[in-house]
């Protein structure tokens, strides 16, 4: 039976060329781009023409409409009615008749104008007669009650200085169109008062086709589509467009304010959307292909090797792609990658194995060290203690002693003890030192209990307190030392502070032999400190750390930062 031969993956550069080849949805967006850009062009230009004709248009039809409103105020006067009829009263007194006349007049007038909703005539001096004419669609009372309560005295006051001339004003967003009447003399004896009906004025804006609002603006009023009445202001956008038409009306500016609305084309014409979504729902089909294509032969092959990479460098060395390549590229980068995590795998074993070696005979090495530097130390103080009396302290103090040996020798091999057993050591060393300076030394133990079995470096916490002790409190004959152990994070950290100060030439000594590789045994005091700092560095790296500083004036802290084990 003949072996079968395994098909090779075809080259991803063909088949990129082949969706390349495939990819006529860019021509064709781009065509569909400029027209669709042409031809909104063309529809905007024509809708802002027509928006323009009927903006024309609206305000010729209001110029006719207030210069109707105008001319019938003029007509009071130019009638000569309510004149006739104020003169009679001024010769027999009699506002009965005074109140009949101008009303009879009105009403034969203004009672069939759709223009205004009433129209009023307040005479200046207060006769106790108000007449009045309403339009004949409108019913009831309120008006001429809000009228002469609330604005015929502000009318009135406004009007003292208009002489002839006609007013517009706003009262409670109602418009009124107002005209002093004058007697032979030419003074002002009456004033005829129109509450104009602003509906009749917005009937015209319907005319305005595509316009997102319309205003329109007498003097320093403006008036809405929507009735509302207000004072002008400068409120627009600079964003907003806005088409301005001016006019002038008996010497009142007269305005018609348009706003444009965005221009969509396709909102505007169904026929377009229907032929745009047709183009889109054609083209679709192979713009899916081409995208499962290339997920097939390009991002799925880079998205496996990314899991790779990321296994790897997460710790699964000499982790291998099982997944079959779909190209020949891909197949070549796959194969690579195997071998080079196999040879990986193998040279970091051969490291680690190495390196263990290497640690744990530096660890031994630099715990020997410290032996003899403290038994010199502590025979001193023995030896002392001894001269001066009392064998039961001694007798303590050789425990204490035992103690210390037990953890300098090591002889069980642990590099690593419980922080209860590490304390132990800290409280041997300190009963010892205590027989010495007494009640100059004070004492303070800050320990998280949660921390007390888990595990530290064999002779972590000693030698900070030793080094405190020799070089600080022993020279000044007691003082206050603190010792703590706490969390941060997922650090233990042990420290201790006592009194003292660092000088210049401390600073620097201190900072050289955090820095420095070599152990100087010919350097009192810095055996101990500098095998901590080495013994961290070769447990646990960088996570390791070392400090010694002043903490506050005449306090120092050294300070001890590791990763906690479990």
Same mark, same amino acid.
């Given at each position: 039976m003949e072996k079968q031969v395994k098909k090779q993956p075809g080259s991803l550069r063909t088949k990129l060329l082949r969706i390349i080849l495939l990819c006529w949805v860019l021509p064709i967006a781009i065509i569909l781009t400029v027209a669709g850009v042409l031809l909104r062009s063309n529809y905007e230009r024509n809708l802002r023409s027509q928006l323009e004709t009927d903006a024309g248009y609206v305000l010729r039809q209001e110029e006719l409409?207030?210069? /109707?409103?105008?001319?019938?105020? +003029?007509?009071?006067?130019?009638?000569?009615?309510?004149?006739?009829?104020?003169?009679?009263?001024?010769?027999?007194?009699?506002?009965?008749?005074?109140?009949?006349?101008?009303?009879?007049?009105?009403?034969?007038?203004?009672?069939?104008?759709?223009?205004?909703?009433?129209?009023? *005539?307040?005479?200046?001096?207060?006769? +106790?007669?108000?007449?009045?004419?309403?339009?004949?669609?409108?019913r009831g009372y309120s008006i001429p009650r809000n009228y002469h309560r609330s604005v015929e005295p502000l009318l009135l006051e406004e009007m003292s200085e208009a002489d002839t001339a006609i007013r517009i004003l706003v009262y409670d967003r109602e418009l009124y169109v107002a005209r002093n009447l004058l007697d032979s003399s030419f003074r002002p004896y009456a004033t005829v008062v129109m509450l104009c009906d602003k509906s009749g004025l917005l009937s015209s804006f319907d005319s305005i086709r595509g316009a997102g609002g319309v205003t329109l603006l007498l003097d320093d009023l403006m008036l809405d589509e929507t009735g509302t009445l207000r004072q002008a202001e400068n409120t627009e956008s600079p964003d907003v467009d806005v088409l301005c038409y001016d006019g002038d009306l008996d010497g009142h500016r007269l305005q018609l304010q348009v706003k444009t609305e965005p221009f969509d084309i396709l909102a505007d014409i169904p026929e377009l959307r229907v032929a745009v979504t047709g183009v889109v729902l054609l083209v679709l089909p192979l713009l899916l292909v081409m995208i499962l294509l290339f997920r097939r032969q390009v991002t799925r092959p880079v998205e496996t090797l990314l899991d790779a990479t990321d296994r790897l460098q997460g710790g699964e060395r000499g982790y291998q792609i099982s997944d079959e390549a779909k190209n020949k590229e891909f197949e070549r980068i796959y194969r690579h990658f195997n071998a080079m995590s196999s040879e990986l795998q193998n040279q970091f074993e051969r490291s680690y194995l190495e390196q263990q070696a290497l640690q744990q005979a530096r660890v031994k090495a630099l715990q020997s060290q410290i032996n003899p530097h403290f038994l010199n130390n502590t025979l001193e103080v023995i030896n002392w203690?001894?001269?001066?009396?009392?064998?039961?302290?001694?007798?303590?103090?050789?425990? /204490?002693?035992?103690?210390?040996?037990?953890? /300098?020798?090591?002889?069980?091999?642990?590099?690593?003890?419980?922080?209860?057993?590490?304390?132990?050591y800290v409280d041997a060393y300190l009963y010892i030192i205590s027989q010495r300076l007494g009640e100059r030394?004070?004492?303070?133990?800050?320990?998280?209990?949660?921390?007390?079995?888990?595990? *530290?470096?064999?002779?972590?916490?000693?030698?900070? *307190?030793?080094?405190? *002790?020799e070089h600080d409190l022993a020279q000044h004959r007691g003082g206050a030392l603190s010792v703590r152990a706490y969390r941060v994070g997922d650090e233990m950290v042990l420290e201790t502070e006592h009194d003292g100060s660092l000088s210049r030439e401390d600073q620097e000594s201190i900072r050289e032999m955090l820095v420095s590789s070599v152990v100087d045994t010919e350097i009192s005091g810095q055996v101990g400190l500098r095998n901590v700092r080495q013994r961290l560095e070769l447990l646990y790296g960088q996570a390791g750390r070392l400090s010694i500083e002043q903490s506050a004036e005449e306090r120092i802290l050294a300070q001890v930062r590791f990763p906690i084990e479990s």
């Amino acid at each position: 039976m003949e072996k079968q031969v395994k098909k090779q993956p075809g080259s991803l550069r063909t088949k990129l060329l082949r969706i390349i080849l495939l990819c006529w949805v860019l021509p064709i967006a781009i065509i569909l781009t400029v027209a669709g850009v042409l031809l909104r062009s063309n529809y905007e230009r024509n809708l802002r023409s027509q928006l323009e004709t009927d903006a024309g248009y609206v305000l010729r039809q209001e110029e006719l409409l207030l210069d /109707a409103v105008f001319e019938s105020s +003029k007509a009071v006067s130019y009638d000569g009615a309510v004149r006739s009829a104020y003169r009679d009263y001024l010769q027999n007194g009699d506002r009965t008749a005074l109140y009949r006349g101008v009303s009879e007049y009105l009403s034969q007038t203004f009672a069939r104008d759709e223009r205004f909703q009433a129209v009023f *005539v307040s005479f200046w001096e207060d006769l +106790k007669i108000y007449p009045y004419i309403m339009s004949s669609g409108i019913r009831g009372y309120s008006i001429p009650r809000n009228y002469h309560r609330s604005v015929e005295p502000l009318l009135l006051e406004e009007m003292s200085e208009a002489d002839t001339a006609i007013r517009i004003l706003v009262y409670d967003r109602e418009l009124y169109v107002a005209r002093n009447l004058l007697d032979s003399s030419f003074r002002p004896y009456a004033t005829v008062v129109m509450l104009c009906d602003k509906s009749g004025l917005l009937s015209s804006f319907d005319s305005i086709r595509g316009a997102g609002g319309v205003t329109l603006l007498l003097d320093d009023l403006m008036l809405d589509e929507t009735g509302t009445l207000r004072q002008a202001e400068n409120t627009e956008s600079p964003d907003v467009d806005v088409l301005c038409y001016d006019g002038d009306l008996d010497g009142h500016r007269l305005q018609l304010q348009v706003k444009t609305e965005p221009f969509d084309i396709l909102a505007d014409i169904p026929e377009l959307r229907v032929a745009v979504t047709g183009v889109v729902l054609l083209v679709l089909p192979l713009l899916l292909v081409m995208i499962l294509l290339f997920r097939r032969q390009v991002t799925r092959p880079v998205e496996t090797l990314l899991d790779a990479t990321d296994r790897l460098q997460g710790g699964e060395r000499g982790y291998q792609i099982s997944d079959e390549a779909k190209n020949k590229e891909f197949e070549r980068i796959y194969r690579h990658f195997n071998a080079m995590s196999s040879e990986l795998q193998n040279q970091f074993e051969r490291s680690y194995l190495e390196q263990q070696a290497l640690q744990q005979a530096r660890v031994k090495a630099l715990q020997s060290q410290i032996n003899p530097h403290f038994l010199n130390n502590t025979l001193e103080v023995i030896n002392w203690e001894a001269r001066l009396a009392g064998d039961e302290r001694v007798s303590e103090m050789i425990e /204490a002693l035992s103690v210390m040996l037990n953890a /300098a020798l090591g002889r069980d091999g642990r590099s690593r003890i419980p922080l209860r057993e590490e304390l132990s050591y800290v409280d041997a060393y300190l009963y010892i030192i205590s027989q010495r300076l007494g009640e100059r030394l004070v004492i303070s133990r800050e320990i998280d209990e949660e921390l007390l079995e888990l595990p *530290v470096p064999r002779l972590i916490l000693q030698p900070l *307190v030793e080094n405190a *002790v020799e070089h600080d409190l022993a020279q000044h004959r007691g003082g206050a030392l603190s010792v703590r152990a706490y969390r941060v994070g997922d650090e233990m950290v042990l420290e201790t502070e006592h009194d003292g100060s660092l000088s210049r030439e401390d600073q620097e000594s201190i900072r050289e032999m955090l820095v420095s590789s070599v152990v100087d045994t010919e350097i009192s005091g810095q055996v101990g400190l500098r095998n901590v700092r080495q013994r961290l560095e070769l447990l646990y790296g960088q996570a390791g750390r070392l400090s010694i500083e002043q903490s506050a004036e005449e306090r120092i802290l050294a300070q001890v930062r590791f990763p906690i084990e479990s």
